[in-house]
C-alpha cells in the first residue's frame, strides 16, 4: 500500500499567473533557492563537478537504478473539465527538440472567459527511504541545451534555462518504512494572464522535478539532485477553446517562445 498525498499550495505560492516576467505567483519556497537567474554562476554556490565512477558507486549503487523521479501525467481536475479543454496530440505531430509530443499536455481556453483551473502533476510512485528528501517543481518557458547546474548523479540533465527558472513549490518527503509514496502537484492556473502569454507568442512551458535528500536541500547543494525527465504544456487561446490545427500545433512546438528569443546569454 502506498500513501497518496495531494499538495495545493495558496494562490499566492504556485498560481499560474503568466502575466509578467515572474511566471509563477511566490517562487521564493524552501529554505535553498536554484542559483539566481542573474548569472550564470553563484560564487558561493559552484557547479557540482563530475563524480568520478568509484563515488557514483559508492552513492546509488554499482547496480543499482536511479529512484523514478518523473512526472506521470498532467491532468485536469474535474471540476476544471467544463472550463479548459484537453487537446488531443496527434500521432502525427513531430518535435525536433524535447520534450516529445507524448510528454506534451496540450489545452485550449476560450480568451472571452475569465476562468480559474486547477492543474495536477502526478509524481511516479517514490519507492520508501531511510532519509528525508525534498522534491522541487521547476518551470521556465525557455530551454537550455548547456545547463548551468551539473548533476552528475542524474541521469536527467537540468533543461529548464536559470535564466527564466522559478521554484514553484517544495515537498518534504517523509521517511517511510515499507510504503512508497505517490505525489500529486495541484497547480490553480488563471486564464486571463495566460492569454496576454499566449497572445505575447509564448504558448509551450517546461517543467522538471528535483529530488534531492533535505540535508542537501538546506546546504544548497544542488548538484547531488535527480531530475525527471522534460514535461510540456501548450496553451492555446481560441474561442469556444477550439483545439488547434495539426500543421499550426507543429509550427508552435517547434519554435521558441518570444520571451526567450532575446534572451542574453542565450546558449540554445
Same mark, same amino acid.
Given at each position: 500500500?502506498?500513501?497518496?498525498?495531494?499538495?495545493?499550495?495558496?494562490?499566492?505560492?504556485?498560481?499560474?499567473?503568466?502575466?509578467?516576467?515572474?511566471?509563477?505567483?511566490?517562487?521564493?519556497?524552501?529554505?535553498?533557492?536554484?542559483?539566481?537567474?542573474?548569472?550564470?554562476?553563484?560564487?558561493?554556490?559552484? !557547479?557540482?563537478?563530475?563524480?568520478?565512477?568509484?563515488?557514483?558507486?559508492?552513492?546509488?549503487?554499482?547496480?543499482?537504478?536511479?529512484? %523514478?523521479?518523473?512526472?506521470?501525467?498532467?491532468?485536469?481536475?474535474?471540476?476544471?473539465?467544463?472550463?479548459?479543454?484537453?487537446?488531443?496530440?496527434?500521432?502525427?505531430?513531430?518535435?525536433?527538440?524535447?520534450?516529445?509530443?507524448?510528454?506534451?499536455?496540450?489545452?485550449?481556453?476560450? +480568451?472571452?472567459?475569465?476562468?480559474? #483551473?486547477?492543474?495536477?502533476?502526478?509524481?511516479?510512485?517514490? %519507492?520508501?527511504?531511510?532519509?528525508?528528501?525534498?522534491?522541487?517543481?521547476?518551470?521556465?518557458?525557455?530551454?537550455?541545451?548547456? +545547463?548551468?547546474?551539473?548533476?552528475?548523479?542524474?541521469?536527467?540533465?537540468?533543461?529548464?534555462?536559470?535564466?527564466?527558472?522559478?521554484?514553484?513549490?517544495?515537498?518534504? =518527503? +517523509?521517511?517511510?518504512?515499507?510504503?512508497?509514496?505517490?505525489?500529486?502537484?495541484? =497547480?490553480?492556473?488563471?486564464?486571463?494572464?495566460?492569454?496576454?502569454?499566449?497572445? #505575447?507568442?509564448?504558448?509551450?512551458?517546461?517543467?522538471? =522535478?528535483?529530488?534531492?535528500?533535505?540535508?542537501?536541500?538546506?546546504?544548497?547543494?544542488?548538484?547531488?539532485?535527480?531530475?525527471? +525527465?522534460?514535461?510540456?504544456?501548450?496553451?492555446?487561446?481560441?474561442?469556444?477553446?477550439?483545439?488547434?490545427?495539426?500543421?499550426?500545433?507543429?509550427?508552435?512546438?517547434?519554435?521558441?517562445?518570444?520571451?526567450?528569443?532575446?534572451? !542574453?546569454?542565450?546558449?540554445?
Amino acid at each position: 500500500m502506498k500513501n497518496r498525498i495531494n499538495l495545493k499550495k495558496s494562490t499566492a505560492a504556485c498560481t499560474l499567473l503568466l502575466a509578467t516576467g515572474s511566471a509563477w505567483g511566490s517562487p521564493k519556497l524552501g529554505t535553498g533557492q536554484l542559483p539566481s537567474a542573474g548569472s550564470d554562476e553563484d560564487p558561493s554556490n559552484p !557547479p557540482s563537478q563530475e563524480a568520478p565512477t568509484a563515488v557514483l558507486n559508492s552513492l546509488i549503487g554499482k547496480n543499482s537504478k536511479p529512484s %523514478p523521479v518523473r512526472i506521470e501525467a498532467v491532468t485536469l481536475n474535474r471540476a476544471s473539465e467544463a472550463k479548459i479543454r484537453k487537446c488531443t496530440v496527434p500521432k502525427g505531430v513531430t518535435r525536433e527538440k524535447r520534450p516529445k509530443p507524448d510528454s506534451i499536455f496540450s489545452l485550449s481556453f476560450d +480568451p472571452k472567459q475569465r476562468q480559474k #483551473a486547477t492543474l495536477q502533476f502526478e509524481m511516479a510512485e517514490l %519507492p520508501p527511504t531511510k532519509e528525508e528528501r525534498v522534491l522541487m517543481l521547476l518551470y521556465s518557458r525557455c530551454l537550455t541545451s548547456k +545547463p548551468k547546474i551539473k548533476t552528475p548523479l542524474s541521469k536527467h540533465k537540468l533543461a529548464l534555462d536559470t535564466k527564466d527558472l522559478e521554484v514553484m513549490t517544495t515537498y518534504n =518527503v +517523509p521517511v517511510g518504512s515499507t510504503k512508497g509514496t505517490q505525489v500529486t502537484f495541484e =497547480v490553480d492556473l488563471r486564464t486571463d494572464p495566460l492569454k496576454k502569454q499566449v497572445n #505575447a507568442g509564448n504558448d509551450t512551458f517546461y517543467f522538471q =522535478v528535483a529530488m534531492l535528500k533535505k540535508s542537501d536541500f538546506q546546504k544548497g547543494n544542488y548538484g547531488v539532485a535527480k531530475l525527471s +525527465p522534460l514535461q510540456a504544456i501548450h496553451a492555446t487561446s481560441a474561442q469556444y477553446k477550439l483545439c488547434p490545427e495539426q500543421n499550426k500545433l507543429i509550427r508552435n512546438l517547434n519554435s521558441d517562445n518570444e520571451s526567450c528569443k532575446n534572451m !542574453p546569454g542565450k546558449t540554445n
